[in-house]
């Protein structure tokens, strides 16, 4: 038997332009916020970054081995995450004319019901990863169906493809068709063996998951809210005063509560471990306890303007006297695009309208550092020692028109980035690593 004079790593290179941030930008022009390398690489052994460094020591690192994937000149960030997404919705997306009760009744159930099947469940898991990551998402906090097995399919896909997903078995007992209801035991049952089966296996998390105040009894949420109180390593997802039809449904539900954020209060489930989709008509008194708590506010800004829900008031929470935590999402299929480039643009449009700004590096922040910060993950988001390698690598010139407006830019990283988000999409994404493997996208280098 021959033995090979040097053991072969499993160390791999990344060249490029590297962008990471180090903390929430203050506004545009907050350069302290981020580091860039024009010529930078990263370096990854055993799925995790041990080192960033100038590409002129490319010498060095090569001579230790491990497998370059020149991208000189392109972008390389943190891998984006998207903080809420459904799962049994792909083909919900872009489903004509209504707003939020109808379009849940008359589009979304029925579609949802589908995924009592397991092979219907696995297929669909499998078009959902290849769909995000060729988007560059290599996270997402995903509602599956009511079923159980919508939630394992998805899991066990993730796990083959080593992505981290965050994955809820959606609970709902009541107000919506019978083949997509469960009760407040078998939510709790569901979830619970879910937990344990699944949180914390390899890159694999459960997230608690009532769908939302309208569609869970009073003894499921309090079913769920023990369970969020036994597994406080789980995060807790769930829908928040997106439409005012939804409030007034959730005032008559539950009359005793003093609003719809304290329907979820009093079960136990608001904390730092909450995330609150939407979260757009918010009274004073939740603002003050949502700040309080801890709960994230997740902003969805397609999902917002195409089911004609509103305008979320992102500088009026983030700054205003009780400041509350904001992540950002797609909301698919309420939401319009898998791309959190196109959703950072529709921010922007959706604060336009509010005379609010979002700079290009709050937004790219939010999509990567800031988003793994309100999921409580230090691992994840950013490129330095010890993080995951989730990496995108971006092509800011991938169509003509980008490359068209980028030949009158100065060269400034800041206005590239705003480019990118503004015109960006799938067709920017060269490439995606993840736990530093190279997921083998389109290719536009050479
Ligand atoms: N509220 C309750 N369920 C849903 C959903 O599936 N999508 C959106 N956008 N809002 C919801
Ligand atoms: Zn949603």
Known sequence: MTVPDRIPSDRTLVRGRVLSFKRRPQGAGDSSAYTYLEDGVVVIEAGRITEVADAGEIGRLEADQGALHDFTGKLILPGFIDTHIHFPQTQVIASYGEQLLEWLTRYT????SRYGDPGFSAAQARFFID????????????????????????????????????????A??????????????????????????WHGRGRQKVVITPRFAITSTPEQLEALGSLARAHPECLMQTHLSENSEEIATVRRLFPDRADYLDVYDHYGLIGPNSLMGHAIHLTPREIRRMSESGAV?????????????????????????????????????????????????????????????????EAFHLMTRGNA????????????????????????????????????????IEEELFVLMTLGGEQNVCEVFVGGRSQGLRRTIG
């Open 109 to 112: 159930f029925p579609a949802e």
């Open 131 to 170: 769909e995000l990551l060729r988007n560059g998402t290599t996270t997402a906090v995903c509602y599956g169906s009511v079923h159980k097995s919508s939630a394992e399919a998805l899991l066990t896909e993730s796990e083959r493809r080593g992505t981290a997903m965050f994955v809820g078995k959606t």
């Open 172 to 197: 709902m007992d009541r107000n919506a068709p019978p083949e997509v209801l469960d009760t407040a035991q078998s939510a709790y049952d569901d979830t619970a063996a879910l937990i344990a089966a």
């Open 297 to 361: 506010a997740v902003f969805c800004p397609t999902s917002n303007l195409f089911i004609g829900s509103g305008l979320f008031d992102y500088k009026g929470l983030e700054n205003g006297a009780h400041p509350v935590r904001i992540a950002l999402a797609t909301d698919i299929g309420g939401g319009t695009s898998y791309s959190m480039l196109e959703t950072a643009a529709e921010a922007y449009k959706v604060m336009q309208l509010r005379g609010q700004k979002l700079s290009a590096i």
């Open 373 to 412: 910060e309100a999921l409580g993950e230090p691992d994840l988001g950013r490129i330095e020692p010890n993080a995951h390698a989730d990496l995108v690598v971006l092509d800011s010139s991938a169509t003509p028109a980008m490359a068209h407006r980028l030949k009158a830019s100065s060269g400034d």
